[in-house]
């Protein structure tokens, strides 16, 4: 009995490090990010993997092996599913209101706009998309950038009576202006 706790135990010890190792080498390619803003007692937390271009087709269409087909669901980002995470309700252009809490973020890119996904699932890989658990979803404008971005970076703009979440790859800019209620 004694020897069978001690394989078990090993199993499990060699798993873990076998899971930890596997995660610390994926992020070498894709490291963690963080993308934040505070406007008073608003704070709003985006984390996220920045994966980067080298040298690849990124948006296009899948039959020209674009990393990211126009019209799919991505995981905005690489790794784990990106985080968003909201201290006080925000609402969109559209009239959407966003409720203060946590969500992943996933987008369907297009040409012209995107489609952005605030889903209820978190703590998920990337990969594993549940569309019943889409909580809200807006779109976003995107336009072509003359220079290019290597790594993919999440940040965020304050204009005059809005903020606006920039999400930046390739040649690709995707602006998705909100408010903050209350």
Same mark, same amino acid.
């Given at each position: 009995m004694k020897r069978v706790f001690i394989v078990v135990a090993i199993i499990i010890v060699a798993s873990v490090i076998v899971l930890v190792g596997l995660? =610390?080498?994926?992020?070498?390619?894709?490291?963690?990010? *963080?993308?934040?803003?505070?406007?008073?007692?608003?704070? =709003?937390?985006?984390?996220?993997?920045?994966?980067?271009?080298?040298e690849r087709l990124i948006f296009g269409?899948?039959?020209?092996?674009?990393?990211?087909?126009?019209?799919?669901?991505?995981?905005?980002?690489?790794n784990e599913a990106t985080l968003i995470e909201l201290s006080q309700p925000i609402t969109f252009m559209d009239g959407q209101t966003l409720a203060a809490g946590r969500y992943s973020i996933f987008t369907?890119?297009?040409v012209d706009e995107w489609t952005i996904i605030f889903n209820e699932e978190t703590g998920q890989w990337g990969t594993n998309y549940d569309e019943v658990q889409n909580h809200l979803s807006v779109?976003?404008?995107? *336009?072509?950038? *003359? *220079?290019?971005i290597e790594s993919f970076t999440i940040s965020f703009t304050e204009k005059a009576n809005q903020i606006d979440l920039v999400l930046r790859w390739d040649r690709t800019k995707v602006v998705l202006p909100f408010k903050v209620e209350g």
């Open positions: 995660r =610390i080498y994926t992020k070498s390619f894709s490291p963690e990010a *963080e993308a934040s803003f505070q406007q008073g007692d608003f704070t =709003i937390q985006v984390d996220y993997c920045q994966p980067t271009k080298k269409k899948e039959q020209d092996e674009a990393l990211v087909p126009y019209g799919k669901v991505w995981r905005t980002g690489a369907v890119p297009q779109t976003a404008s995107s *336009e072509a950038l *003359e *220079e290019e």
